[in-house]
């Protein structure tokens, strides 16, 4: 069962459904079918450049810094997996590579539809990577100048991505060959989701920007590793091996990432406090919160309270995401902080709690109302139940 806050502090970024402008009566009004190729209206107030240009010295500083405490995180590519390690082995003999298929297949007949819905919603997620390149080259004083910049923040993101690409190859090829999903409308959601790109409010701001990235890879980290454990639960321990070793590059990504806001902390704690709470504020919105088939305008919502339900991403995860960072930050300890930045200090360290009693109540709510199901494209249109 599921209400719409419980979705909404699940995975927080249900403020926004689909392609669809913001004002709320216009909601539930399906996009135009050229929703994708036109421009998306702006989803929030979009602020742009609110880091004062001086603090971009500030990144400029941390180069070498980053070069001998953020690069060292990468993985050098032939040490690296590659999706080919775990899929059928195409230039095996005919019959040898059609029974791996097959076997593959076999393994996945055990898992429920809505263990796929998950999946695919992962796996779209991940697969509008150049969204989130994208992105980070917004954020000033670190972006990728020319596209082949040398500067230590260009090579990192640069990297970055090139490992992330891997995930959606990987997943998608898998879920492909299992037979199990529509491919057609999974990949129209692709196509709508990285037309449409994404909201998280982090204003050109590395500050806002690298909080938001060590929150999210975090996420991923939590959301794989749950995917991995119904896998082998489901009887399929390949696909348990591939969503753990995904997990596991989410984590040395945000391992990074939450370095970066650690040295924020360390030479600007009022700045990188007060960006933490302006994050938290806002909500971490997650990367596909803008993803669309073509057909469900609520369907982040609806694959949200999916994940909710089967434990894979949920209103405690965020909490405990929160919870994880505030200690790795050791935020309550921080000193030497005065007005508004004291008072971030203190909204961030009281949030934890206040969002698991606002789950409570929801779910209070939830287990009140009557379960509803709801019918996913990516599966054939077959109902899974909120
Ligand atoms: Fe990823
Ligand atoms: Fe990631």
């Known amino acids: 069962m599921q209400s719409s806050l419980l979705s909404h502090l699940a995975t927080p970024p249900t403020r926004i459904p689909p392609p669809i402008p913001t004002s709320s009566h216009r909601r539930r009004r399906p996009p135009p079918p050229f929703a994708a190729a036109a421009a998306t209206p702006p989803l929030r107030h979009q602020v742009t450049h609110s880091m004062p240009p001086e603090k971009a010295e500030v990144f400029k500083s941390l180069e070498p810094w980053a070069t001998r405490s953020v690069l060292p995180l990468l993985k050098p590519v032939d040490l690296c997996w590659q999706p080919n390690d775990f899929l059928p082995d195409p230039s095996h003999p005919s019959e040898d590579f059609l029974d791996e298929v097959r076997a593959l297949r076999d393994r996945t007949a055990g898992l429920p539809d809505e263990y796929f819905v998950v999946l695919v919603g992962d796996m779209i997620t991940e697969e509008a990577l150049p969204t989130y390149q994208t992105m980070i080259n917004t954020l000033d004083g670190v972006r990728d100048e020319t596209g082949a910049s040398p500067s230590p923040w260009a090579v990192w993101t640069r990297a970055w991505t090139a490992e992330e690409n891997r995930h959606g190859d990987l997943l998608r090829t898998y879920l492909y060959l299992s037979g199990r999903v529509d491919m057609l409308m999974v990949e129209r959601t692709v196509q709508y989701l990285i037309g449409s790109g994404m909201d998280p409010g982090t204003e ?74 302006d994050m938290m504020r806002k909500k971490i919105t997650m990367p596909a919160h803008l993803m669309y088939d073509g057909k469900d ?55 934890a709690p206040r969002i698991r009693k606002l789950q409570e109540r929801a779910d209070e709510r939830a287990r009140m109302l009557e379960p509803r199901g709801v019918k996913f494209s990516w599966i054939f249109n077959k109902e899974v139940m909120m």
């Open 297 to 351: 305008p609520h369907l982040f919502e609806h694959f949200s309270a999916v994940a909710q339900r089967l434990g894979i991403y949920t209103a405690d995860d965020y909490a405990d995401i929160l919870e994880f960072l505030i200690e790795r930050w050791r935020l309550e300890k921080l000193e030497g902080l005065t007005g508004e930045s004291r008072r971030a200090q203190d909204f961030v360290c009281g949030l």
């Open 204 to 277: 050109n701001n590395p500050y806002l920007g690298f909080v938001y990235t060590s929150f999210q890879e975090r996420a991923t980290f939590v959301s794989h590793g749950n995917t991995a454990r119904l896998a082998k639960d489901g009887g399929d321990p390949l696909l348990a091996r591939i969503c753990g070793t995904i997990a596991s590059d989410e984590k040395r990504h945000e391992n990074a990432y939450a370095r970066i806001v650690e040295k924020l902390l360390e030479v600007d704690p009022s700045g990188a406090m007060l960006a933490i709470a």
